[in-house]
């Protein structure tokens, strides 16, 4: 199943020795059903604070936010969280590694083995199955992570820079791999990043937060077809009018 989003009039303010050092101010969001958002902008502009309360980690100070109509109450299954570090179980293979979420869930063991393998292959780590963690690169763990984190089938997925670590070549063959598995399953993607290209090759919308508190100062509908690769001329010059947008947003830190 796959849910949509709405970010109502959100506000976040965290307390500090001085008061309160605010990091979102009046986000308003709708995420359909499916789509594929990226939010991008200056580094402290409550991009991935959005994020944790879009994950039920924190909560707004003021505003909501509603999956399929109904508040967020905490963390839920139906969503998901990626960071950067793909956190893996080093005591676990790779196959117990994906299977790990339905093994939490009472899955059957053969339930989890074939969506396992089924997960594996689409990330093209079958041979790897029964590989540990430390044998792994950087791309491969992550896309290890992300085969656990579909493993679950969560309604909707947030990713905070989970390729943000890895080298050219490595985020080049990720960005294949996840438009595929997306135009694959339709999963509802919430994708923070500070690559401009990167949010054009992956994203149906890229939205520009500015300087903090954080607002959404610009939404793109990007619709070039798919597959899409930073190198494409077209991608670059699209990243490039976004990029004026983000241009703005240093004027406005700075006024």
């Not at 990043?193 to 508190?213: K, S, Y």
Request: with cysteine.
């Amino acid at each position: 199943m796959t849910q949509g989003l709405q970010v109502l009039d959100v506000d976040k303010t965290y307390p500090t020795r001085s008061g309160g050092l605010q990091a979102l101010s009046q986000i308003n969001l709708t995420v359909p059903p499916g789509e594929f958002v990226c939010a991008i902008g200056p580094s402290g502009c409550g991009k991935t604070t959005l994020l944790l309360i879009l994950a039920g980690l924190e909560t707004p100070s003021s505003g909501e936010v509603l999956i399929e109509g109904r508040p967020i109450e905490g963390t839920d299954p139906s969503r998901v969280l990626l960071f950067q570090e793909a956190a893996l179980f080093p005591w676990l293979t790779v196959q117990d590694n994906v299977e790990f979420g339905l093994r939490m869930k009472g899955a059957s063991t053969a339930a989890r083995r074939a969506t396992a393998e089924r997960l594996l292959e689409m990330v093209h780590l079958a041979p790897f199955a029964g590989a540990w963690v430390h044998e792994l690169s950087g791309g491969m763990k992550q896309r290890v992570a992300l085969a656990r984190a579909l493993a679950v089938d969560p309604a909707i997925l947030l990713l905070d820079e989970p390729f943000g670590a890895l080298d050219a070549i490595t985020r080049e063959l990720l960005h294949n791999e996840l438009q595929e598995l997306w135009l694959r399953m339709q999963k509802t993607i919430f994708f923070v990043t500070h690559n401009v290209r990167e949010a054009v090759v992956l994203g149906d919308r890229v939205v520009v937060f500015t300087p903090r508190p954080g607002r959404i100062i610009a939404d793109h509908r990007i619709e070039l077809p798919r597959p899409r690769h930073t190198d494409d001329l077209t991608t670059a010059e699209l990243a490039r009018r976004i990029s004026t947008d983000l241009q703005l947003t240093e004027a406005i830190r700075h006024a």
